[in-house]
Every structure is written in structure tokens, then in C-alpha cells.
């Protein structure tokens, strides 16, 4: 059973900083493309940031560019956000998404976290 786990919201106040972190565990054969989401009240739930399976490729929504830097280590199977200079526009639920094997004679299948929290506010 494959699990993705946020982690890393909170309280923050305008021009703050937090990292977010999204650990994969579970029977796994390899993990593709990593991607971070978020919804804000009463919005469609929107793509931020991606990361192909080898780090090499990254894609920013523009309203986040030169804000949030979106990073993984294979080694623990787990993806970061780092959200710099952060606005009341960015207050959301953030959510992992993964695109993960679990064997190698099957296609990839997307997975989701829970969902964290990040609040953005004087």
C-alpha cells in the first residue's frame, strides 16, 4: 500500500517562509513524476510545481515563480516546496501528488497525499 505524507504547514506571516515535504512509503518499484498541488477555499484545486523522476526538469505555475523552489531526494523516496516570500494569496491546502510504480510490468498510477494546511496572514 502506497502512502504520500505532507508535512511542514503552519501559521506564517506575509514575506515568510516554509518548506513542505512529502515522503512516499509503501511498496513501491519507482517513483516518476512528483508534483505539488494546492486549493484554496471555494477554488478548483491548482497545479504549483512538478518535478521530473530525476530532478532535471521543473515546472512553476507563474504565480509562484522565483518564490518556490520545488526539490527531491530519491534516496528517501520524498519531494520538498520551499515557499519563500509568501502572500495571503498562497493560503491553500497544499497537496502531494506522485506518479508511482509498484511493479515493473504495470503503468505508473497517480497518488495523492492528504493534504497540509499552509496559512498565510498578519
Known amino acids: 500500500q502506497v502512502q504520500l505524507v505532507e508535512s511542514g504547514g503552519g501559521l506564517v506571516q506575509p514575506g515568510g517562509s516554509l518548506r513542505l515535504s512529502c515522503a512516499a512509503s509503501?511498496?513501491?518499484?519507482?517513483?516518476?513524476?512528483m508534483a505539488w498541488y494546492r486549493q484554496a477555499p471555494e477554488k478548483q484545486r491548482e497545479l504549483v510545481a512538478t518535478?521530473?523522476?530525476?530532478?532535471?526538469?521543473?515546472y512553476y505555475t507563474d504565480s509562484v515563480k522565483a518564490r518556490f523552489t520545488v526539490s527531491r531526494d530519491n534516496a528517501k523516496n520524498t519531494a520538498y516546496l520551499q515557499m519563500n516570500s509568501l502572500k495571503p494569496e498562497d493560503t491553500a491546502v497544499y497537496y502531494c501528488?506522485?506518479?508511482?510504480?509498484?511493479?515493473?510490468?504495470?503503468?505508473?498510477?497517480?497518488?495523492w497525499g492528504q493534504g497540509t494546511q499552509v496559512t498565510v496572514s498578519s
Open positions: 501528488n506522485a506518479a508511482i510504480k509498484t511493479l515493473h510490468i504495470v503503468p505508473p498510477r497517480d497518488y
Open positions: 509503501g511498496s513501491m518499484f519507482s517513483i516518476y513524476t
Open positions: 518535478i521530473t523522476r530525476g530532478g532535471d526538469v521543473t
